[in-house]
């Protein structure tokens, strides 16, 4: 048996019965004697042939012994097969999202690097639904997220719901590549001082010191280049289970503007728990009770 390992990866559905039936013909052997010396039906085999039947281990098995082609071969042609019908109804499928996934700024977010450029609106809808990381636009978590916040909206500029629901998946998809400790609210409480103290600091440094602050605190800190139509400032919410995450734009790159808005996001996470998430706007004039909470903080 060779030891060469054999990877098949299909982009048309081609019934693994088509190599069968060629390798059969190549060692003149008929249906009914594969069938006979594996001690299979030979409908089973027929049917193999056609595509109508799968190749299971077990018939890998008695394949390689009959025909000494590894099982692996054949379990593999096999599983390319049914991934390739299976992305093939996957695309069919995908054309009832097109319409819903050209409300995303997709140009933008390809020039900001995060998600891969494409032609065809089937590749691109396919692009949102990975970045997204949802199996239907509806599915988007972000967009579900924002349902119950009653988040402030901006009265100088028109806010794009699509791109606000981008800019904050980006932010989750950063978030899950720190590796932080779950939350802690005393220690979160001992940074405050800590972090206010590097408000004189130059970026390279302070942001570089508050994320560390805070993800020792269970807080991911995550900064997102805002999107058009979004002038968010900043958001806060949970992720995980036990860990927060707050995410700040430098919107209208105002050192002020940065420093209010991080520490309005940590007094969400210390004031309102868990089941809270906030989205903060530029230009907002609502004051609800829990906006001027974390606004007095």
Known sequence: MSANKFIYKATLPVPPGETL??????????????????????????????????????TALQLERVLGKEAAFWSQLEAGYQEALAR?????????????????PYDEMVRNGWISDAVTELDRTQNILSFFGVNSISNIFEKRLLEPVAYRISTKRKVNNFALEAWLRKGTIDAQQRDIAPFDRSILECKIDLIRKLNTEKPQVFVEKVTQHLAEAGVSFVITKGLTNVPVKGASRWHGGDRALIQLSFYGKQADMFWFSLFHEIGHVLLHGKRFASVDLEGDKSNTVIEAEADEF
């Open 21 to 58: 039936l060629e390798l059969l013909q190549f060692l003149k052997m008929s249906q009914k004697e594969l069938a006979e010396r594996m001690g299979r039906p030979l409908k089973l085999i027929n049917e193999i042939v056609k595509g109508k039947a799968s190749i299971t281990t077990e």
């Open 88 to 104: 093939q109804l996957e695309r069919i499928e995908i054309k009832s999202e097109v319409t819903a996934a050209k409300e995303y």
